[in-house]
């Protein structure tokens, strides 16, 4: 009597006649048809079948089930390499945790109103890059145009660790310094510019009002306006002309600061406290520990 299997790989089954296959020719009958790779296959019928040199019919009753347990090759490629990156990520936030390192004095601007200075992290792994970006922030026409319409001035804009995961920028005392989250949490990559640009709109708005409340909202509405209509350079266009533009929501304040006093701080995804006085002291407590890091 011809004998046979019935191959069985997550709910795929096929049969095959198997009279003359050995165990290692069922390995590359395997790697062919769900490309998973003979060293990691295991092939299963009442136990574990072990001996490639052996005959099928020797090993298995005929007409039994084969079950085969594995991970197709690309797959298992595809996750080795995120799981390397991964490492990597953590490496460098280990190796790069946030220090204070000296300022980088420069001017963004002539203008009397814009940025004094920048800081970028004293991480060795694209720090050039993080200092750029900053810079590109205060070379911005929008932003520029922004800051000198609503005569602001900020003595620091400088690099938030993305260690601090629970917020994406904070403004201590209305201008004395301005941080923004500018890397990705393995610190291999950068955030979107547009975002890190958003934010900074935020920010600003707490140059007037510290509260995320119904004037904030409006200021931070405007902002956002502001930095499109105004940037003449990009639209190449009459200023004032119109533009599309980001209208932050309400709800999406909380998630970027929790709000501006003297530090400010918020755990993304989690919930407001319900009274000011618990809320100042999360801000107060958020921004002390970065700082005690960053010492």
């Not at 975002?195 to 004037?215: F, I, K, Q, T």
């Not at 200023?239 to 209208?247: C, D, F, K, R």
Request: with cysteine.
């Amino acid at each position: 009597m011809p004998h046979s299997i019935t191959l069985s790989y997550k709910g795929h089954v096929t049969c095959i006649p198997t009279d003359t296959l050995t165990l290692g020719q069922l390995r590359a009958h395997v790697e062919q048809q769900y490309g998973i790779s003979a060293v990691d296959q295991k092939l299963i019928c009442k136990g574990l079948l072990r001996n490639d040199t052996a005959m099928i019919r020797d090993l298995v009753p005929n007409n039994s089930k084969v079950v085969v347990m594995g991970t197709p090759s690309a797959e298992l490629a595809s996750f080795q390499a995120l799981n390397a990156r991964r490492q990597i990520g953590r490496a460098n936030n280990l190796k790069y945790r946030a220090t204070s390192s000296d300022v980088y004095h420069t001017r963004a601007t002539t203008d009397e109103y814009g940025f004094d200075s920048f800081k970028e992290l004293n991480i060795a792994h694209r720090q050039r890059d993080a200092l750029q970006m900053l810079h590109r922030l205060g070379r911005d026409e929008g932003v520029r145009q922004v800051m000198r319409k609503h005569k602001y001035s900020v003595h620091l804009l400088r690099e938030l660790h993305p260690n601090e995961r629970t917020i994406l920028g904070y403004n201590r005392n209305r201008g004395e310094e301005i941080a923004l989250r500018l890397r990705t949490d393995d610190l291999e990559g950068f955030r979107d510019y547009e975002s890190v640009r958003r934010v900074l709109m935020h920010e600003l708005a707490h140059m007037v009002w510290d509260a995320h409340d119904d004037n904030f909202h409006k200021l931070n509405r405007e902002h956002c306006k502001e930095v499109v209509e105004l940037d003449w350079t990009v639209r190449g266009q009459t200023v004032g002309a119109q533009a599309e533009y980001y209208e932050p929501q309400p709800k999406e304040a909380e998630a970027v600061d929790g709000g501006s006093l003297a530090a400010s701080g918020f755990v993304l995804g989690g919930s407001a406290p319900s009274s000011s006085d618990s809320r100042d002291t999360m801000r107060e407590q958020t921004y002390s520990a970065y700082m005690r890091r960053a010492k």
